[in-house]
């Protein structure tokens, strides 16, 4: 199996309408982002955080990074919210994409998978996501 | 009947290094990334600015993220000196 594209799960879809999922920056919930190598089959039918092919290596912990969330807001009549770039430093880790997940909420259920078009590699290095511009056409997460 | 969307979810940046951390360009890149962006259905004349307005800013952003580099790297010089550690305060001065 690989990795074909992005997407937004379709049951993340359905817990935004279930109060799920708190992106606030003070108080909201956990969200992660864990890496996976090319033989992670995910699809917008995956539903949580699994440490099936996982990556491991130098650098990199089970279960992924934490984001550091910035707070929804809004541009225009689209509701936006964004995540601080995550990095692992001093890695030398291999991924092919990643999956973003809320921690916090019960079963670890997932939001996005995120398909890096490539195998990524750091050696003795620094591993870095970087989420798009956070504006009512690139960010991460929006609903118009 | 209310009807709301979610967008489709665009591609991440992936900046990776070997043998040690990201270098001031990658870090520009990233930097500029989040500043600007220009849309691909904006006109051409005000395309055109944006990018020139790019261009100038990764010149700034390039040249205070270099100065940030070299000044950590001076003040590990300096606590690597303090600490009694000269042959290491050479290897970072070298570096």
Same mark, same amino acid.
């Given at each position: 199996?690989?990795? !074909?594209? &992005?997407?937004?799960?379709?049951?993340?879809?359905?817990?935004?309408?279930? $109060?799920?999922? %708190?992106?606030? %920056?003070?108080?909201?919930?956990?969200?992660?982002?864990?890496?996976? !190598?090319?033989?992670?089959?995910?699809?917008? #039918?995956?539903?949580?955080?699994?440490?099936?092919?996982?990556?491991? #290596?130098?650098?990199?912990?089970?279960? #992924? &990074?934490?984001?550091?969330?910035?707070?929804?807001? !809004?541009?225009?009549?689209?509701?936006?919210?964004?995540?601080?770039?995550? $990095?692992?430093?001093?890695?030398?880790?291999?991924?092919?994409?990643?999956?973003?997940? &809320?921690?916090?909420?019960? #079963?670890?259920?997932?939001?996005?998978?995120?398909?890096?078009?490539?195998?990524?590699?750091?050696?003795?290095?620094?591993?870095?996501?970087?989420?798009? $511009?956070?504006?009512?056409?690139?960010?991460?997460?929006?609903?118009? | 009947?209310?009807?709301?969307?979610?967008?489709?979810?665009?591609? =991440?940046? =992936?900046?990776?290094?070997? *043998?040690?951390?990201?270098?001031? @360009? +990658?870090?520009?890149?990233?930097?500029?990334?989040?500043?600007? @962006?220009?849309?691909? *259905?904006?006109?051409?004349?005000?395309?055109? +600015?944006?990018?020139?307005?790019?261009?100038?800013? +990764?010149?700034?952003?390039?040249?205070?993220?270099?100065?940030?580099?070299?000044?950590?790297? @001076?003040?590990?010089?300096?606590?690597?000196?303090?600490?009694?550690?000269? @042959?290491?305060? *050479?290897?970072?001065?070298?570096?």
């Amino acid at each position: 199996m690989a990795f !074909t594209g &992005n997407f937004m799960c379709t049951s993340f879809k359905g817990e935004l309408l279930e $109060a799920v999922h %708190n992106f606030k %920056n003070s108080g909201g919930n956990t969200f992660k982002l864990a890496l996976y !190598t090319n033989s992670a089959s995910f699809t917008a #039918g995956t539903t949580a955080y699994t440490a099936t092919n996982e990556i491991s #290596g130098t650098g990199y912990t089970a279960a #992924g &990074n934490t984001l550091t969330r910035v707070d929804p807001s !809004t541009s225009g009549t689209t509701a936006l919210t964004d995540f601080a770039d995550s $990095a692992w430093t001093s890695s030398t880790i291999t991924a092919r994409g990643a999956l973003l997940y &809320n921690d916090s909420a019960s #079963g670890d259920p997932s939001c996005i998978i995120l398909d890096f078009g490539a195998d990524k590699s750091s050696s003795s290095g620094t591993f870095t996501v970087q989420f798009p $511009a956070a504006d009512a056409s690139n960010a991460i997460i929006r609903i118009a | 009947m209310i009807s709301m969307k979610t967008g489709a979810v665009p591609p =991440v940046v =992936v900046t990776t290094s070997r *043998n040690g951390g990201l270098s001031a @360009d +990658q870090l520009t890149e990233l930097c500029c990334n989040k500043l600007i @962006d220009v849309s691909e *259905n904006a006109p051409p004349v005000i395309r055109e +600015q944006a990018e020139a307005f790019r261009l100038r800013m +990764q010149h700034v952003v390039h040249f205070y993220i270099s100065q940030a580099m070299k000044s950590e790297r @001076d003040t590990c010089v300096q606590t690597a000196l303090a600490g009694g550690y000269k @042959d290491l305060s *050479n290897i970072l001065r070298r570096k």
